[in-house]
């Protein structure tokens, strides 16, 4: 399946985002989803996950309660609403695709390019 990540943009600290990625194919709905991000000079870290679904979430602790991960199997999308932004947030978000609900970056094996999140303060 191939991902495209957009919405990303310059917000400030407390705004919120919603980021989308778009899937070709049609398979998306047999995809577990995950969300990623690579803050700079970081390693890319999970911040959360939908089963195919949508009915099963999943997320990191850095962001659980702010962020909320929903997915439109018609659409073929999955969504990254983020709410409450803290600089630390700042960092390349991607999304991706895998067979089983995972948090390993290892298990995806579908990646988008990427879209940049600034969070100032």
């Given amino acids: 399946v191939q991902l495209q990540a957009f919405g ?15 899937a070709s194919g ?3 709905s047999s995809y ?3 969300w990623f991000r690579q803050a700079p000079g970081q390693e890319r870290e999970f911040v ?4 195919w679904s949508g009915s099963i979430t999943y997320y990191a602790d ?10 439109d199997n018609v659409k073929n999308t999955v969504y990254l609403q983020m709410n409450s932004l803290k600089p630390e947030d700042t960092a390349v978000y991607y999304c991706a695709a895998a067979r089983v609900r995972t948090r390993l970056e290892k298990e995806y094996s579908d990646w988008g390019q990427g879209t940049l999140v600034t969070v100032s303060s």
């Fill in 26 to 28: 049609r398979t998306f």
């Fill in 48 to 51: 959360g996950g939908v089963n």
């Fill in 62 to 71: 850095s962001v659980k309660g702010r962020f909320t991960i929903s997915r």
């Fill in 32 to 34: 577990c989803m995950g």
């Fill in 8 to 22: 990303g943009g310059l917000v400030q600290a407390g705004d919120s985002l919603r980021l989308s990625c778009a």
